[in-house]
T-cell receptor
Framework: ETGVTQTPRHLVMGMTNKKSLKCEQHLGHNAMYWYKQSAKKPLELMFV???????ENNSVPSRFSPECPNSSHLFLHLHTLQPEDSALYLCASSQDGGNNEQFFGPGTRLTVL | QQQVKQSPQSLIVQKGGISIINCAYE??????FPWYQQFPGKGPALLIAIRPDVSEKKEGRFTISFNKSAKQFSLHIMDSQPGDSATYFC???????????FGTGTRLQVFP
């Protein structure tokens, strides 16, 4: 595997379900990000982890819970979501201390029924 | 202060033509301005980026023009090809680590 991978690629869940999104980066980076991409809106930064510490939490509802067990893996735990949370969730990674080039995964298309 | 405004929302160009996408920002602390290209079903990928110490950067058919006094930057795609059809996002940030502030995206369609 190369670059940034995300699983699953597609997810359909009910409002009462609990699910998790997984991201893995194979680039040796030390910062990882979660973004939400909705139609006709800018990419919204949700969370930033640098050296496994959360450094940014962009006023995201508590029904989204991130976890970064090591510098290569990032999870987004989902529970009691709302239909308006349906979107493409993108993971990215970068190397702190350099330019801010972020490498994105292919995303997880989430649909909340 | 944190917004990046991008226009147009969509763009249709004939093959061989020039595609131009514009962005404007407010925060003078921004010093890194990348453009990302996104194809359907894929995540955004870095296309080209510029820092404010230069007014232009060219990579192949892609050129960023940067106007620091106007706080504007633009992407020019010369000799546009159908394979360039994608959504383009401008972004801005301060030196890493920092969040990228993205524009709303421009959907480019290049017709043969």
């Amino acid at each position: 595997e190369t670059g940034v991978t995300q699983t699953p690629r597609h997810l359909v869940m009910g409002m009462t379900n609990k699910k998790s999104l997984k991201c893995e980066q194979h680039l040796g980076h030390n910062a990882m990000y979660w973004y939400k991409q909705s139609a006709k809106k800018p990419l919204e930064l949700m969370f930033v982890y640098s050296l496994e510490e959360r450094v940014e939490n962009n006023s995201v509802p508590s029904r989204f819970s991130p976890e970064c067990p090591n510098s290569s893996h990032l999870f987004l735990h989902l529970h009691t979501l709302q239909p308006e949370d349906s979107a493409l969730y993108l993971c990215a990674s970068s190397q702190d201390g350099g330019n801010n080039e972020q490498f994105f995964g292919p995303g997880t298309r989430l649909t909340v029924l | 202060q944190q917004q990046v405004k991008q226009s147009p929302q969509s763009l249709i160009v004939q093959k061989g033509g020039i595609s131009i996408i514009n962005c404007a920002y407010e925060n003078t602390a921004f010093d890194y301005f990348p453009w990302y290209q996104q194809f359907p079903g894929k995540g955004p990928a870095l296309l080209i980026a510029i820092r404010p110490d230069v007014s232009e950067k060219k990579e192949g058919r892609f050129t960023i023009s940067f106007n620091k006094s106007a706080k504007q930057f633009s992407l020019h795609i010369m000799d546009s090809q159908p394979g360039d059809s994608a959504t383009y996002f401008c972004a801005a940030s301060k030196w890493a680590p920092d969040k990228l502030i993205f524009g709303t995206g421009t959907r480019l369609q290049v017709f043969p």
